[in-house]
């Protein structure tokens, strides 16, 4: 059997992260602009926005309620990220792009674990059992994939003259 108040802290932290996430992919997209990353950074963004309100659905389902406090961390984490990957810090508006894309991709990480964790678990619940767990594996895992492409980009920018 589940336990709903261990599950609870756990899936609103991933809350918290999500709307981090999301924040932080919307930003590099608006950094990019015109650049072929924006593209890529409008679809991510988009992306975690719907995989962020099918956590909050599945919370729903399960009876968890939404931490403010949680989501307000979230927040507050994403905005620490902005001054400690600043340019002005980093002396390079290319480093600073690695840095943040490179925390984006922690988060998705997280994210793939989280699903991950939630299929092996989902037999013990019939409203975790009724999620399509791999898909929404495949989706974190393209995620990860595509932003990884362009992290790669990112490091060659930052580093070579």
Avoid: C
């Avoid at 072929?36 to 729903?60: K, W």
């Avoid at 974190?140 to 003259?161: I, K, P, W, Y």
């Amino acid at each position: 059997m589940i336990s709903k108040e261990e599950l609870s802290v756990y899936l609103t932290d991933h809350l918290g992260g999500a709307a981090a996430g999301e924040e932080l992919a919307e930003r590099l997209r608006s950094q990019n602009e015109g650049s072929s990353l924006e593209s890529f950074l409008a679809q991510l963004a988009l992306d975690i926005a719907v995989d962020r309100e099918t956590l909050g659905d599945l919370m729903e389902r399960l009876g968890i309620t939404k931490s403010a406090a949680k989501q307000a961390g979230g927040w507050v984490l994403e905005k620490l990220t902005r001054i400690k990957y600043s340019e002005r810090l980093t002396r390079s508006a290319d480093v600073s792009r690695l840095f943040e894309m490179e925390t984006l991709s922690l988060g998705i990480e997280g994210k793939l674990a989280m699903w991950k964790s939630l299929k092996k678990v989902a037999h013990e619940d019939p409203q975790l059992s009724n999620t399509n767990f791999d898909d929404l594996i495949q989706r974190a895992q393209q995620q990860l994939d595509g932003l990884e492409r362009h992290r790669q980009e990112a490091a060659v920018r930052a580093f070579t003259a």
